[in-house]
């Protein structure tokens, strides 16, 4: 019997279906077997009073926070509600379900996923909630009632909304596993909703092999699991079938992928070049300093392909080794110094972004200070500068705590220091190839990036958009430049297909049922 108690949380979803209700993959083939029938004239018909508690009828609004591998999960579960019959909106209002896909990393992007729950509550709305604040801390207080997808359950979020959408509260929370080896995650040929239909985000392996003590994802992301090459090829050539002009791959720490299965980095990054066509652009994603020092020579040659941008995030959160240790980032900040030296010196120009941590329980000014002369030698272009924040549940959090007046002057002193320097000033007068792929935040431009991942602004011309184009910088600003079409030149089309529409499924084949249906309504 179909248990009715709205708050009732039990092990898995199989015990709540109940024997007549269809699951996802009957209403999809059930659809595909759907035939037409030509209307009698003059005949008036009944209006059908659907039960608006059907699932795969309802309208679901979808909010993401934090990580590029979360924005690829959240674009995951888009792709498969909708392949299911839901109507994905970006009305919050006329919703009936709002699908929260949260981030752990800091407490804002926590207290906006909490503030979210309660609004949704207050207006009514139904709610399930993903990511990793739900993965880490099941049992939070604001979490209770509510269903929750798992990290490595998002290939089943259809199911979970079918039952919150009757009131059930359904949580799936456990590890993939394959003969006992833990899985990368959801199966990468999934449905799924690009955000931007020019952009794949591909997830190549999930969790990390670090225990940094500050870190909460890996209380919600676990230990290393890569996915196969021959899967990440398959999604790479798949993508770019459907228009994508652009690759970024992401994961806790692209450096660490493959050591749990005997291959590494530069061994996928070699096998994904050969699938990107001329024009097209493949970014890398965060790597912490230890597991890309014995890579730096094939990096250098990577990172200097004509079809990979020379770009490379590597975080090293502070300068001094003392509070390095503490972190137990494990690698000292000569060794992050010896990556960027390396990769400055073998691929000249190129873009090394990262993050620093500003007042780390036992950050001395002296450490401050080291921190600070870093920024001043490198003048990092992109600097990702975050207040510490303790996270439940962390070592650190039971560390002696700095005084927040002392981390938010540090956070401002490093953020003065940042803004102080104009890294694109000298970029004016020069002519580049940029690849353009999206729309400015104002809606004035299009926004393109350069072999450097350098952002550049260009006229907002329809014919720009996922091409490639040459341009004259003309201005520069602190985090952008501004290119001018150059007279006479043709803008260059990577993609071998038309790109998908904006809202359009991945990966779901509705092209044979549209075709047949066509043909019995012709006949």
Same mark, same amino acid.
């Given at each position: 019997?179909?248990?009715?108690?709205?708050?009732?949380?039990?092990?898995?979803?199989?015990?709540? $279906?109940?024997f007549?209700?269809?699951?996802? %993959?009957d209403?999809?083939?059930? /659809?595909?077997?759907?035939?037409? /029938?030509?209307?009698k004239?003059? #005949?008036?018909?009944?209006?059908?009073?659907?039960d608006?508690?059907?699932?795969?009828?309802?309208k679901i609004?979808?909010?993401?926070?934090?990580?590029?591998?979360?924005?690829?999960?959240g674009?995951?579960?888009?792709?498969?509600?909708?392949?299911?019959?839901?109507?994905?909106?970006?009305d919050?209002?006329?919703?009936?379900?709002?699908?929260?896909?949260?981030?752990t990393?800091?407490?804002?992007?926590?207290?906006?996923?909490r503030?979210?729950?309660?609004?949704? %509550?207050?207006?009514?709305?139904?709610?399930?909630v993903?990511?990793?604040?739900? %993965?880490?801390?099941?049992?939070m207080?604001?979490?209770k =009632?509510?269903?929750?997808?798992?990290?490595?359950? &998002?290939?089943?979020?259809?199911?979970?909304?079918?039952?919150? $959408?009757?009131?059930h509260?359904?949580?799936?929370? =456990?590890?993939?596993?394959?003969?006992?080896?833990?899985l990368g995650?959801?199966?990468?040929?999934?449905?799924?909703? /690009?955000k931007?239909?020019?952009i794949?985000?591909?997830?190549?392996?999930?969790g990390?092999l670090?225990?940094?003590?500050?870190?909460?994802?890996?209380?919600?992301r676990?230990?290393?699991?890569?996915?196969p090459?021959?899967?990440?090829v398959?999604?790479?050539?798949?993508?770019?079938?459907?228009g994508?002009?652009?690759?970024w791959?992401?994961?806790e720490?692209?450096?660490?992928?493959?050591r749990? &299965?005997?291959?590494?980095?530069?061994?996928?990054?070699?096998?994904?070049?050969?699938?990107i066509?001329?024009?097209?652009?493949?970014?890398?994603?965060?790597?912490?300093p230890?597991? *890309?020092?014995?890579h730096?020579e094939?990096?250098?040659? &990577?990172?200097?392909?004509?079809?990979?941008y020379?770009?490379?995030?590597?975080?090293v959160?502070?300068?001094?080794?003392s509070?390095?240790?503490?972190?137990?980032?494990?690698?000292?900040?000569?060794?992050?110094?010896?990556?960027v030296?390396?990769?400055?010196?073998r #691929?000249?120009?190129?873009?090394?972004?990262?993050?620093?941590?500003?007042g780390?329980?036992?950050?001395?000014?002296?450490?401050?200070?080291?921190?600070?002369d870093?920024?001043?030698?490198?003048?990092?272009?992109?600097?990702? +500068?975050?207040q510490?924040?303790?996270?439940?549940g962390?070592?650190?959090?039971?560390?002696?705590q *700095?005084?927040?007046?002392?981390?938010?002057?540090?956070?401002?002193?490093?953020?003065?220091?940042?803004?102080?320097?104009?890294?694109?000033?000298?970029?004016?007068?020069?002519?580049?190839? #940029?690849?353009?792929?999206?729309?400015s935040f104002?809606?004035?431009?299009?926004?393109?990036?350069?072999k450097?991942?350098?952002q550049?602004?260009?006229?907002?011309?329809?014919?720009?958009?996922?091409?490639?184009?040459?341009?004259d910088?003309?201005?520069?600003?602190?985090?952008?430049?501004?290119? =001018?079409?150059?007279?006479?030149?043709?803008?260059?089309?990577?993609? +071998?297909?038309?790109?998908?529409?904006?809202?359009? $499924?991945?990966g779901?084949?509705?092209?044979n049922?549209?075709?047949?249906?066509l043909?019995?309504?012709?006949?």
């Open positions: 019997i179909m248990p009715s108690a709205c708050d009732s949380a039990i092990e898995d979803i199989e015990d709540m $279906v109940s007549n209700d269809p699951t996802p %993959q209403r999809q083939s059930a /659809r595909k077997r759907i035939i037409p /029938r030509s209307r004239k003059n #005949v008036e018909h009944e209006e059908l009073q659907a608006s508690l059907i699932p795969g009828t309802q609004w979808m909010k993401t926070w934090g990580c590029s591998h979360n924005n690829s999960d674009e995951y579960m888009a792709g498969q509600l909708a392949a299911s019959g839901y109507k994905i909106t970006d919050p209002i006329e919703a009936d379900l709002w699908l929260l896909n949260s981030c990393v800091k407490n804002p992007a926590e207290d906006h996923f503030n979210s729950i309660k609004k949704a %509550q207050e207006q009514q709305k139904k709610v399930v993903a990511g990793c604040v739900p %993965q880490a801390q099941p049992r207080d604001y979490l =009632g509510l269903s929750i997808i798992g990290v490595q359950q &998002i290939d089943r979020v259809v199911e979970v909304v079918d039952e919150a $959408v009757k009131g509260s359904v949580r799936l929370l =456990g590890q993939k596993k394959d003969g006992g080896r833990r995650g959801a199966r990468l040929d999934l449905p799924k909703i /690009r931007n239909p020019l794949e985000i591909i997830s190549i392996n999930t990390c670090n225990a940094c003590t500050y870190c909460k994802t890996k209380h919600a676990g230990d290393l699991a890569s996915y090459i021959e899967e990440l398959e999604r790479t050539r798949q993508s770019f079938q459907e994508v002009c652009e690759i791959l992401t994961s720490d692209t450096g660490a992928y493959g749990d &299965i005997g291959t590494d980095l530069p061994t996928l990054l070699w096998r994904l070049v050969e699938e066509p001329e024009g097209a652009m493949l970014r890398l994603g965060m790597t912490n230890p597991y *890309i020092l014995e730096l094939e990096m250098a040659k &990577i990172l200097s392909h004509p079809r990979v020379a770009f490379l995030h590597v975080p959160q502070s300068a001094s080794d509070v390095l240790m503490d972190m137990k980032r494990e690698y000292c900040v000569g060794d992050f110094k010896r990556v030296d390396f990769l400055k010196e #691929v000249p120009g190129v873009t090394i972004a990262t993050d620093i941590i500003c780390f329980p036992g950050e001395t000014e002296e450490d401050f200070q080291e921190t600070l870093l920024v001043k030698l490198y003048q990092f272009p992109s600097l990702f +500068i975050n510490f924040y303790p996270r439940p962390t070592p650190a959090a039971k560390m002696e *700095i005084p927040a007046h002392i981390k938010k002057q540090r956070t401002k002193e490093l953020s003065q220091l940042f803004h102080s320097y104009h890294p694109y000033d000298h970029k004016v007068g020069e002519r580049q190839q #940029v690849l353009v792929t999206e729309e104002d809606g004035q431009y299009y926004v393109a990036h350069n450097f991942y350098e550049v602004l260009v006229p907002k011309r329809a014919e720009f958009k996922g091409k490639m184009v040459e341009v910088i003309y201005e520069a600003g602190k985090h952008f430049m501004k290119g =001018g079409p150059v007279e006479d030149s043709q803008p260059f089309t990577p993609s +071998i297909a038309v790109p998908l529409q904006k809202g359009e $499924v991945s779901a084949d509705f092209s049922t549209l075709l047949s249906l043909l019995s309504t012709v006949c």
